[in-house]
Antibody, heavy 121, light 107 residues
Framework: QVQLVQSGAEVKKPGASVKVSCKAP????????ISWVRQAPGQGLEWMGW????????NYAQKFQGRVTMTTDTTTSTAYMELRSLRSDDTAVYYC??????????????WGQGTLVTVSS | EIVMTQSPATLSVSPGERATLSCRAS??????LAWYQQKPGQAPRLVIY???TRATGIPARFSGSGSGTEFTLTISSLQSEDFAVYYC?????????FGLGTKLEIK
């Protein structure tokens, strides 16, 4: 059974960093890629970037370049998303979602349960 | 960036009736379009990909159509569990982008 299991909610102060994990038991991790998508309260979905679990290639949305890093640990089938220099408008639910291992342009067939990141002083 | 416009923003339909949701792209995305269903407090769930292919486990009452810039998601006979927000996503052009969603509510 395919699952994406994310780490728990975080509360951070402005200027801090957050690192969210996404563990993927139930399928061959390196056969896919992981995208990260966020959703601000009451808002729509925003794609942040992608990492290939196959070869580690990444592609970040321009808005987040320089502030986000996506990594994977194939030994534990876990993907990570670190966002730095947090601002209040980074408050959102962050989702990992499974896609293609070859490219970031793909649909997402399984999603994690989401991780709420709250940025507040 | 491709702008995805969904209409209407809110659609009120009675159970058992048909619902038709629209999604328009600012330029052609060929058939690289997906639809997702999201219920309150839950992650999105893939409903349709490739504009018209149902995802695993999605009932046959869901159907997708269109190509290029105009797309439609049709739910033929609404069940109580279908009331949710639906998002379209294009994955033809970088960066991939989502519409703002259509809230399907009970009339």
């Amino acid at each position: 059974q395919v699952q994406l299991v994310q780490s728990g909610a975080e509360v951070k102060k402005p200027g801090a960093s957050v690192k969210v994990s996404c563990k993927a038991p139930g399928y061959t991790f390196t056969n896919y890629g992981i995208s990260w998508v966020r959703q601000a309260p009451g808002q729509g979905l925003e794609w942040m970037g992608w990492i290939s679990d196959y070869n580690g290639n990444t592609n970040y949305a321009q808005k987040f370049q320089g502030r986000v890093t996506m990594t994977t640990d194939t030994t534990t089938s876990t993907a990570y998303m670190e966002l730095r220099s947090l601002r209040s408008d980074d408050t959102a639910v962050y989702y990992c979602a499974r896609g293609s291992k070859y490219q970031e342009l793909y649909y997402f067939d399984y999603w994690g349960q989401g991780t709420l990141v709250t940025v507040s002083s | 960036e491709i702008v995805m416009t969904q209409s209407p923003a809110t659609l009120s339909v009675s159970p058992g009736e048909r619902a038709t949701l629209s999604c328009r792209a600012s330029q052609s995305v060929t058939s690289n379009l997906a639809w997702y269903q999201q219920k309150p407090g839950q992650a999105p769930r893939l409903v349709i990909y490739g504009a018209s292919t149902r995802a695993t486990g999605i009932p046959a009452r869901f159907s997708g159509s269109g190509s290029g810039t105009e797309f439609t998601l049709t739910i033929s006979s609404l069940q109580s569990e279908d009331f949710a927000v639906y998002y379209c996503q294009q994955y033809n052009h970088w960066p991939q982008s989502f519409g703002l969603g259509t809230k399907l509510e009970i009339k």
